[in-house]
């Protein structure tokens, strides 16, 4: 399959852990030529069955906030529609007539005036935390402050935060759980993504939401592997997340994250769309233009299929790019290692095939094996690596050859 201008994700894998419209956002990557790994972090709660939301908004009629904070469109619109189904969509719209409406975006915006009602304020720049300073600002001690939530309360997510900042200055907060989630009932396709991820089988993770980074974050560390997982984020496998909201928990652990300008499902595909190749820049090795990804390598624009084993190879001489690699390191690499150095030279032969090109990788007599990338474009990656572009990846470089 040819790398085109119509297919600027070829050779890419993507991760997707969205629960909501997975099937159409995969749909987007698909067509920009991706491969999709889907795993769903998690499991959102039906509204109509929820107890404590019922018991909350019976609380907001016979008692209306002074303030209601209405932070996404769908959960807004979701406790309207649950408040129906209970017999109490007027009473609430009452409530919430009386109260101060603010609206966190555009989403929230519109699921308000739907409901007949009239926002007061909303931010320009569709974030909680301007939000924050905007009551803050007008100052909040006495008042009692309805807070639609995003999720359920987790340490990774923000609106719990801002919850809190509220109350500490002086806010009687009335948390409201709409849009309540909880980790999916089967847990190994989300053991599977974080261990891809761990492990650099993906090129890029994508979030829709807090929810689901505090979802995989928790999941993680109950397995042991949360800080393989950050630094695998921090270095080879690049977060991509669809708003500033979603990408707060992972920002709050120092891992950057890229996002389209505006927080749509559309322009979140078009951003992945151009920001990978942007970033998985070709090097030129025994002259073809090479890129490493994570389950395959483009040469000379052409995405070639790389056995697991060659995969681990590659990857190894790619981490040192024109650095010499013995074969013992290499057979520590292959999957399943092993204690006969004949393995590499098999597994050399099949992934030099596999490349159609055998000048990529040089064997250095009696030493090993190397890229066949020249010093001078090593020196050249390593000026480019502070601004994450090289052709193996966002990865930091220590620019005296080798990477981790």
């Known amino acids: 399959m040819t790398h085109t201008s119509g297919e600027p994700l070829a050779g890419f894998t993507v991760g997707i852990t969205a629960s909501r419209r997975a099937e159409e956002f995969a749909t987007l990557l698909v067509r920009r030529g991706a491969t999709v790994m889907h795993a769903p972090a998690i499991r959102i709660i039906p509204l109509a069955d929820d107890a404590e939301l019922e018991r909350v908004t019976g609380a907001i009629i016979a008692d209306p906030p002074e303030i209601t904070v209405a932070t996404t469109g769908i959960g807004f619109r979701g406790w309207i529609e649950a408040a129906d189904g209970w017999g109490q969509a007027e009473a609430l719209g009452r409530a ?189 090795a025994g002259g073809h233009a090479v890129s490493v990804r994570s389950r395959c390598v483009v040469v000379d624009g052409e995405v070639r299929a790389v056995s697991p084993a060659g995969m681990a190879l590659i990857k190894t001489l790619a981490s040192r790019p024109g650095r010499v690699v013995s074969r013992e390191d290499l057979l520590g690499a292959l999957p399943g290692g092993g204690d006969d150095t004949h393995a590499v030279e098999t597994a050399m032969t099949r992934l030099r095939s596999s490349l159609g090109a055998p000048k990529v990788v040089q064997t250095v007599v009696k030493r090993g094996y190397r890229l066949a990338v020249e010093p001078t474009d090593v020196a050249e990656e390593c000026d480019e690596a502070d601004a994450g572009a090289t052709a193996f990846g966002p990865v930091v470089s220590d620019c005296d050859g080798s990477k981790y």
Request: with cysteine.
């Open 96 to 284: 919430l007539a009386s109260s101060r409406l603010l609206a966190r975006g555009p989403k929230a915006k519109g699921a308000i005036r739907a409901a007949d009602l009239r926002e007061e304020w909303s931010p320009a720049s569709e974030s909680s935390a301007e939000v924050l300073e905007h009551l803050l600002a007008e100052g909040v001690e006495g008042k009692r402050i309805a807070v639609q939530l995003h999720g359920a309360t987790t340490e990774w997510e923000p609106i719990p935060d801002f919850c809190e900042v509220l109350r500490h200055a002086g806010a009687e907060v009335v948390p409201v759980p709409v849009y309540r989630w909880t980790a999916p009932d089967d847990g190994a396709p989300m053991d599977r993504m974080i261990e891809a991820v761990v492990v650099g089988d993906l090129d890029a993770i994508s979030f829709t939401s807090a929810p689901a980074v505090a979802s995989l974050l928790m999941r993680a560390d109950e397995n042991g592997v949360l800080e393989p997982l950050l630094q695998s984020m921090r270095t080879r496998v690049l977060p991509v997340c669809v708003g500033p909201v979603t990408a707060a928990p992972l920002e709050q652990l120092k891992v950057p994250t890229t996002q389209p300008a505006r927080a749509r499902l559309g322009a979140l595909a078009r951003h992945i769309a151009e920001e990978l190749p942007r970033r998985w820049r070709p090097m030129n």
